[in-house]
């Protein structure tokens, strides 16, 4: 299933998230760190979403904005540090 991903960001932090029916059912949250530095604090998805793919949306969104601008990703969140660990040649040019 394909999410429209949306972006909200403020000085130094953001979010990826997708929306229904005006309501946050998924989201990516990072910081962003003048070291050129994303870091990816957590990853969260409702019920609904889980197993959708909906996560991984999310982290493919927050991959693409840091190779846009060329950041390097630290995965603190658990399934993005998994994910990034598992599949590690498809984001060894973003991980920190």
Same mark, same amino acid.
């Given at each position: 299933?394909?999410? !429209?991903?949306? *972006?909200?960001? =403020?000085?130094?932090?953001? !979010?990826?998230? &997708?929306? *229904?029916? /005006?309501?946050?059912?998924?989201?990516?949250?990072?910081?962003?760190? $003048?070291?050129?530095?994303?870091?990816? *604090?957590?990853? !969260? &998805?409702?019920? #609904?979403? *889980? $197993? +959708? $793919?909906? +996560?991984?949306?999310?982290? #493919?969104?927050? &991959? #693409?904005?840091?190779? /846009?601008?060329?950041? =390097?990703?630290?995965?603190?969140?658990?399934?993005? =540090?998994?994910?990034?660990?598992?599949?590690? !040649?498809?984001? /060894?040019?973003?991980?920190?």
């Amino acid at each position: 299933m394909e999410f !429209e991903i949306k *972006q909200e960001e =403020k000085e130094s932090q953001g !979010e990826f998230y &997708v929306e *229904q029916k /005006e309501e946050k059912t998924g989201s990516l949250r990072y910081l962003l760190f $003048g070291s050129g530095r994303m870091i990816i *604090q957590h990853t !969260e &998805v409702s019920r #609904d979403l *889980q $197993g +959708s $793919g909906a +996560s991984h949306q999310l982290l #493919d969104a927050a &991959v #693409d904005y840091a190779r /846009e601008r060329s950041l =390097k990703i630290v995965p603190l969140c658990p399934f993005a =540090k998994a994910v990034m660990t598992r599949h590690r !040649e498809q984001y /060894e040019d973003v991980l920190a």
